[in-house]
């Protein structure tokens, strides 16, 4: 049996970037399905968005390119923390890690936030074991933290997480390209139906491994939920399903 400071009244979450920076009432029923928050992802300093093309579609899914746009920590703080601190449900906030020395400041900082029971650590493409392993030991502090590695390399890289200091590991998307006219692609993070059997096959392995792990990756219904707990998840995360605003009536 797994021992872990991470426990959820249900085992159903958003995933980072679905739902804004905070709860928000106008989504009590969407809330009220839901054992914890995931934030936006939130970097030291702000991003702007990605220019050019950013939403693609294809057979099963389709390919988003943001940039991570937010305001920054500081910023975010301001704005969230007393609907942090009145919030239903607990929060979780997705850091997006741009070096050690930032991710250290940053969870230090939110240890003393009200609400937050803990992190989400957010890598850059194409990260090593190296990273992965500096990136957690930098976060690791009071509050426990989640390991987000995209759900084609969770598998190789979760063992360097859990071992740096990480509780559990997400599923995040992984990367792909799609082809434009004239040939320029664009790179990008894959979403839809489509990543499902690769993400539940993911989590499956992961648990045989002893891996704590909150499955994601194409879950558009109740009962793929439900096939991601049986197969050991602690909980699941919704994504593009929240886009599209109609989870309440599939799960039905």
Avoid at 16 to 26: I, K, Y
Avoid at 182 to 194: D, I, K, N, S, T
Wanted: hydrophobic share 45%; glycine share 10%; charged share 15%.
């Amino acid at each position: 049996m797994f021992k872990s400071s991470l426990s959820f009244s249900l085992p159903l979450m958003n995933a980072a970037g679905t739902l804004g920076f905070a709860p928000e009432l106008r989504l009590h029923r969407e809330l009220g399905q839901l054992g914890a928050f995931l934030t936006n992802p939130v970097s030291l300093t702000p991003r702007t968005p990605a220019h050019g093309v950013r939403y693609l579609t294809y057979p099963g899914g389709f390919l988003l390119h943001t940039g991570y746009p937010n305001p920054g920590l500081e910023a975010v703080l301001r704005r969230c923390v007393p609907r942090w601190e009145r919030s239903p449900i607990p929060v979780i906030v997705h850091l997006l890690g741009q070096g050690v020395d930032d991710l250290a400041s940053m969870a230090l900082r939110l240890e003393s936030v009200p609400g937050v029971m803990g992190i989400e650590l957010g890598f850059p493409k194409d990260a090593t074991h190296n990273l992965v392993r500096a990136f957690v030991e930098a976060a690791c502090g009071e509050l426990p933290v989640i390991a987000r590695l995209p759900v084609d390399q969770a598998v190789e890289l979760a063992p360097t997480a859990l071992d740096a200091g990480a509780e559990a590991v997400s599923l995040g998307a992984p990367r792909g390209a799609l082809p434009l006219p004239g040939r320029r692609l664009v790179e990008g993070r894959l979403y839809g139906p489509a990543l499902f059997p690769q993400a539940l096959a993911a989590v499956r392995t992961l648990v045989q491994m002893g891996v704590l792990v909150i499955g994601a990756g194409g879950v558009y219904f109740q009962a793929q939920v439900q096939s991601m707990l049986s197969a050991g998840a602690l909980a699941v995360q919704l994504d593009s399903v929240l886009w599209r605003g109609n989870w309440v009536s599939t799960a039905d």
